[in-house]
């Protein structure tokens, strides 16, 4: 299985700040990346998809780049609506494995 | 707009059987993947099982193999998880999700507990 591997698994954050969240994958898995942003009591919510792709609707202060081994989900300027946590996963191969979340906190 | 409604979790002995459920809406269900992914209390996200669009391919996390099994209907656009041989560490919040790779939509999930 792929193991993915989030840092920081959290961070304490500003409104405003540039905020920077990676993960690495155990093997290459090419551009086969995608973010999710959860908050308390809700189900995930998709970001950012292969690797780079803003999915529909996303503001466009979410940005993702990386690809093979390592990768990175950017907020530029940190809303209010933001706090919350945030996860990597793979979809190169099976099983989907998920990172082990960022909690992003003020 | 699309809809994703699970329903048929709760509390359910070591060993037991549960049915989950997944009411598709909003979209031609027949055309797209679908996953089941679980979130155990205050832990990170699971992905579980998925299903090609007409049923014929059916892949499951290792934990669950043997004990679980994901079906479709598509003229009643539903999903369904069949789950036997539960346990303790089953318990989990359990969604279905469109996308048998990214998971673009996804329901407002079901708890399914495992205790005794």
């Known amino acids: 299985d792929i193991q993915m591997t989030q840092s920081p698994s959290s961070l304490s954050a500003s409104v405003g700040d540039r905020v920077t969240i990676t993960c690495r994958a155990s093997?290459?898995?090419?551009?086969?990346l995608n973010w999710y942003q959860q908050k308390p009591g809700k189900a995930p919510k998709l970001l950012i998809y292969?690797?780079?792709s803003l999915q529909s609707g996303v503001p466009s202060r979410f940005s993702g780049s990386g690809s093979g081994t390592d990768f990175s989900l950017t907020i530029s300027s940190l809303q209010p609506e933001d706090f919350a946590t945030y996860y990597c996963?793979?979809?190169?191969?099976?099983?989907?494995?998920f990172g082990q979340g960022t909690k992003v906190e003020t | 707009e699309v809809q994703l409604v699970e329903s048929g979790g709760g509390l359910v002995q070591p060993g037991g059987s549960l049915r989950l459920s997944c009411a598709a809406s909003?979209?031609?269900?027949?055309?797209?993947?679908m996953s089941w992914v679980r979130q155990a209390p205050g832990k990170g996200v699971e992905w579980v099982a998925n299903?090609?669009?007409?049923?014929?391919?059916?892949y499951y996390v290792d934990s669950v193999k043997g004990r679980f099994t994901m079906s479709r209907d598509n003229a009643k656009n539903s999903l369904y998880l069949q789950m036997n041989s539960l346990r303790a560490e089953d318990t989990a919040v359990y969604y279905c999700?469109?996308?048998?790779?990214?998971?673009?939509?996804w329901g407002q999930g079901v708890l399914v507990t495992v205790s005794s």
């Open positions: 292969a690797a780079s």
């Open positions: 999700a469109r996308g048998g790779g990214k998971f673009e939509h």
């Open positions: 093997q290459s898995i090419s551009n086969y």
């Open positions: 996963q793979q979809n190169y191969n099976i099983p989907r494995t």
């Open positions: 299903i090609k669009e007409d049923g014929s391919e059916k």
């Open positions: 909003g979209f031609t269900f027949s055309t797209y993947w």
